[in-house]
């Protein structure tokens, strides 16, 4: 069974910094996709960012980017100049791309951006 | 912008009880799923839906869950007798296909007292 582990349970930064938020997963499967959502205040998650497995290039949004290692199942996400609405909840996922769309989530990280 | 939207937004029932639990996906997704996060803990798969029917259930979601979509817009989660341990937010998400990118809703609380 697939297994998605974030290990900050929380942290906080000041704005304008970079933060790099954890996450290692665990699957027997080679083909599959990763994702990063966020969770605001207001509850609605969003996707952040998502990489395919397949590919070994780092996905990159605009401030937000990964370092995705295969070999070691790590993924990680780096907010650059960080802002105050960057503040949320933050779930690492992830998805076989074999017939099986259910998504499997971390615990979470809350993320909070000081003034 | 198309948004998913779940009703109602907060939900108190005594135990027992059954509960429906509405959402409203993006019209031209095809893909419709319900998850539900206790509070303080991680976001869990509940049921996956699609070409009216269910393509993946999870182990929570035993026979006292069903889903349907009875009209081709609303996508229900209806329980059944409800328990103390099914207080939760509920997010109900839609996507156009099977690669992840899920649109979720606000998702609707629900407590069990």
């Known amino acids: 069974a697939q297994t998605v582990t974030q290990s900050q349970p929380e942290m906080s930064v000041q704005e304008a910094e970079t933060v790099t938020l954890s996450c290692t997963y665990d699957?027997?499967?080679?083909?599959?996709?990763l994702f990063w959502y966020k969770q605001p205040p207001s509850r609605q998650m969003i996707l952040v960012i998502r990489?395919?497995?397949?590919?070994?290039q780092n996905a990159t949004e605009n401030r937000f980017s990964v370092n995705f290692q295969k070999a070691a199942k790590s993924f990680s996400l780096k907010i650059s100049d960080s802002q105050l609405g960057d503040t949320a909840m933050y779930f690492c996922a992830f998805m076989s791309r074999n017939r099986d769309d259910k998504i499997i989530f971390g615990k979470g990280t809350r993320l909070h951006i000081l003034p | 912008e198309p948004e998913v939207t779940q009703t109602p937004s907060h939900q108190v029932t005594q135990m027992g009880q059954e509960v429906i639990l509405r959402c409203v996906p993006i019209s031209n997704h095809l893909y419709f799923y319900w998850y539900r996060q206790i509070l303080g803990q991680k976001v869990e798969f509940l049921v996956s839906f699609y070409n009216n029917e269910i393509s993946e259930k999870s182990e929570i979601f035993d026979d006292q869950f069903s889903v349907e979509r009875p009209d081709g817009s609303n996508f229900t989660l209806k329980i059944r007798s409800t328990k103390l341990e099914d207080s939760a937010m509920y997010f109900c998400?839609?996507?156009?296909?099977?690669?992840?990118?899920?649109?979720f809703g606000e998702g609707s609380r629900l407590t069990v007292l």
């Open positions: 990489q395919e497995a397949y590919k070994q």
């Open positions: 699957t027997s499967e080679s083909n599959y996709y």
């Open positions: 998400a839609s996507s156009t296909d099977s690669t992840g990118e899920l649109f």
